[in-house]
């Protein structure tokens, strides 16, 4: 009997929401919503039409692009995913905004290679990770960290380079679900609790 996987992604001020089927990982549909300010008040009501022909039983797992991204992006994303994680009994899988392009990207090419990610972190400096495709499964090369632009560039230097700006108006919610569904495969089950944001830098703090 096939599942379903839900995938949220929230960072860009773009949501996107996609379905997989498990375990034949066949994506089923995604939809995108250009909200910006509106996400707050938007994404309930986006993520209830989306699911309105799918039983909530039949979720396996909630993925969800957990950062780096728009902090209030970021903390949305992941309230709502550990919110159904919690309500409904199943596993949360908080997934790198870096690495979900990185496999939509190393998912079109075939050939085993390298990517270096990079998202504009601002005050001049990159968010950035390098991911590489062997023998069709995604791994991890270096981790997403803050980089001062002199560093990044030694770092990505002889790879291509993929800005994250590429993907705001189109974010790759399915690689997300895709990720999860890897991970699920290898056994992992993470608590909802587990998935929290991934700002990468502190959270900016608001005085009233």
Excluded: N
Excluded at 19 to 41: E, G, H, I, K, V
Excluded at 180 to 200: I, K, M, N, T
Aim: charged share 20%.
């Amino acid at each position: 009997m096939a599942h379903l996987i839900l995938s949220l992604h929230t960072t860009t001020p773009t949501l996107g929401l996609a379905l997989l089927s498990y375990p034949d990982r066949q994506p089923l549909r995604s939809q995108f919503w250009s909200l910006d300010r509106q996400m707050a008040s938007q994404l309930h009501p986006c993520l209830t039409a989306f699911m309105a022909d799918c039983p909530w039983p039949e979720l396996l797992a909630v993925a969800v692009a957990a950062g780096p991204g728009s902090f209030t992006g970021c903390r949305m994303g992941v309230t709502v995913a550990r919110t159904l994680g919690q309500a409904l009994s199943i596993p949360v899988f908080g997934i790198s905004t870096l690495a979900a392009i990185a496999a939509a990207v190393l998912s079109d090419g075939g050939e085993d290679r390298a990517l270096a990610v990079q998202m504009d972190a601002k005050r001049g400096e990159w968010f950035g990770g390098i991911y590489e495709q062997v023998e069709g499964d995604l791994q991890v090369a270096s981790g997403d960290r803050l980089y001062s632009p002199e560093d990044w560039a030694i770092a990505c230097k002889g790879l291509t380079a993929v800005d994250a700006a590429d993907w705001s108006e189109r974010p790759p919610a399915m690689a997300v679900a895709a990720i999860a569904a890897r991970h699920y495969d290898l056994g992992e089950r993470p608590d909802w609790s587990q998935a929290v944001p991934q700002y990468r830098r502190t959270p900016p703090i608001h005085r009233g």
